[in-house]
Each structure stands twice: as C-alpha cells, then as structure tokens.
C-alpha cells in the first residue's frame, strides 16, 4: 500500500520524505487554509520536494470551471493530481481533465455507487472518506472494501485512496483489505511505529544494559 500524507505542512512531509515514508501527498482547502499560505506557492514547494502525485483541489463547483482551475494547477508541477469533488460536475471535469493526460482524484466519495461513476469518467484515484462515514455511525472500512470489489469485479485501474484516515487502525485495516493508497497525517503514520510491548521490551533492556555496563561505542 502506497503511503500518501494529508497535510501541507512542508517540514511534516520532509521528515517522512526523508524515511522513505512518502509516496505522495495530498491537500484540500481546508488543509492549505491551516497553512496559511498561497496555495500555488505551497502547492509547488511540495512538489518539488516529492516525486509522486500530489493533489490539489479545485474551489470551483461549475465544470467549466473546474476544468479551468484544473488546468492552471497542473501547470504547477508535472506531478500533480487535479483534486474535484463527487459531484455531476466534478465528474464532467475529471472525464475532460483526465482525457487531456493529467491524473485526476476523485474527492468526497461517501458510497460504492460514487466510486463506479468516478472511475467510469477516468478517475486516477478515488478518495473515499473513511473517518467522516465513522462520524455518523457508518463504517468507513466497508465502504472501501465494497469499492474494492466493485473494482476488481470490473477490472477497473483507478487507484483507491482511503482518505480520512484516523488512526493507525485504519491504516492497517486498509492494507488488508487492499486499497491502493492511504492517505493520512503525519501524526497518523508515525503513530503506527507505537506498541505497548515495545516500549516495555526496550526499557527492560535498557535496564538489563545499564546494570551490566554494555557499551557499544
Ligand atoms: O483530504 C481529505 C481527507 O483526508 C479529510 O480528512 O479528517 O478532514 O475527514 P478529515
């Protein structure tokens, strides 16, 4: 499974980056409103800092227009992905963005129904929301177990992107059922490194090194 990092924060992406943890990066308005920066400027920095996908979103809800913001945000990098809503429209404009060669993630999928439409249109990836769906009592892992099917029923190439990650749970529960990609916060990732024993195990031998003076450098 692909690790992507939901956030625009460049030292958080430059950390993971560095351990090789980053396969690619994605924004929405909300996550460029807390950087509080430009999003043309930012967005480029983190291109520029990573080699895979990173999605942009558009803040338009016509096509047209979407097609117009898509167009100027795939001028930014050569790896960027243009972000639109599940929406008719946002559909039309991954169908017309997605034809012209750029890579295309489909946002805001909230049912198995949506996600068939968005790759029929020629999506590059489909974000389902898994903690929003938590949210309201629904279970965010079946939906992204139902895409799973639905996809691979049909042969269908279009990336899933479980998005709305939570927890180092969801993560691993995605990578069993197969999702293509996860995407999720930097505290996210590095909390799946943490285990209870680990810590015990390790201030045992701590203990036992401290009593028996081992030194290694
Ligand atoms: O980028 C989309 C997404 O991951 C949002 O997550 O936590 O705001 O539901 P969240």
Not at 122 to 129: E, K, R, V
Not at 130 to 137: K, S, T
Request: overall charge negative; aromatic content about 4%; proline content about 3%.
């Amino acid at each position: 499974m692909k690790f992507f990092v939901d956030t625009a924060d460049v030292d958080a992406i430059a950390e993971l980056n560095d351990l090789g943890m980053v396969d690619g990066v994605t924004t929405n308005p909300s996550i460029i409103a807390k950087s509080g920066r430009n999003i043309l400027e930012v967005t480029k920095e983190i291109c520029d800092m990573v080699e895979g996908p990173v999605s942009a979103e558009v803040v338009a809800t016509d096509a047209d227009e979407m097609i117009s913001e898509g167009r100027k945000l795939v001028e930014i990098a050569d790896n960027i992905a243009v972000k639109v809503p599940l929406t008719w429209d946002g559909l039309k404009a991954c169908k017309v963005l997605s034809g012209e060669g750029n890579m295309v993630n489909v946002t805001l999928c909230f049912s198995a129904n949506q996600a068939l439409l968005a790759a029929k249109a020629g999506a590059t990836f489909i974000s389902p929301f898994i903690g929003r769906l938590d949210d309201i009592n629904l279970d965010g892992l079946e939906l992204i177990e139902d895409i799973r099917t639905v996809y691979d029923n049909y042969g269908f190439e279009t990336q899933i992107l479980a998005a709305s990650i939570r927890s180092a749970n969801h993560m691993s529960e995605c990578a069993k059922i197969g999702a293509d990609v996860a995407t999720a916060p930097p505290n996210v990732i590095k909390a799946m490194a943490n285990h209870v024993l680990t810590d015990k195990g390790l201030a045992a031998f701590l203990e036992d090194a401290k009593k028996a003076d081992i030194k290694i450098v």
